[in-house]
């Protein structure tokens, strides 16, 4: 079992930035995927970035470049900087962690087994 919390969201100008961070308690093991999703009413949830034990990293066509996922292993904490945020960046984030067997880094929800109860990020423009 594995605990997930986000926190961090907020209210931005466009152009601003934000970070999150996702904490997580339980047990995880040498080859782990985890990821942040975001999704907005009526829409499927859709993955933003994605980090693996080996700090391989992926990311969304629409966030490469404005957004970095991280990784602090000492404190349990994975992180997304949110810079040159835009309106449409507007949704609640979710973490999500797959703790063992993560072989293939992806951006389906399919991927993980554990999510957290998600964060709001607004941005207006």
């Known amino acids: 079992q594995v605990d997930v919390v986000e926190s961090g969201g907020g209210s931005v100008q466009s152009g601003g930035s934000l970070r999150l961070s996702c904490v997580t308690s339980g047990d995880t093991y040498s080859r782990y995927c985890m990821g942040w999703f975001r999704q907005v009413p009526g829409k499927e949830r859709e993955g933003v970035a994605g980090?693996?034990?080996?700090?391989?990293?992926l990311y969304a066509a629409s966030v490469k470049g404005r957004f970095t996922i991280s990784v602090d292993n000492a404190k349990n904490i994975m992180y997304l900087q949110m810079d040159s945020l835009k309106p449409e960046d507007t949704a609640m984030y979710y973490c999500?962690?797959?703790?063992?067997?993560?072989?293939?880094?992806?951006?389906?929800?399919?991927?993980?087994?554990?999510w957290g109860q998600g964060t709001q990020v607004s941005v207006s423009s």
């Open positions: 999500a962690v797959r703790p063992r067997w993560c072989f293939n880094l992806g951006l389906s929800r399919d991927d993980y087994n554990y």
């Open positions: 980090v693996r034990s080996d700090r391989s990293t």
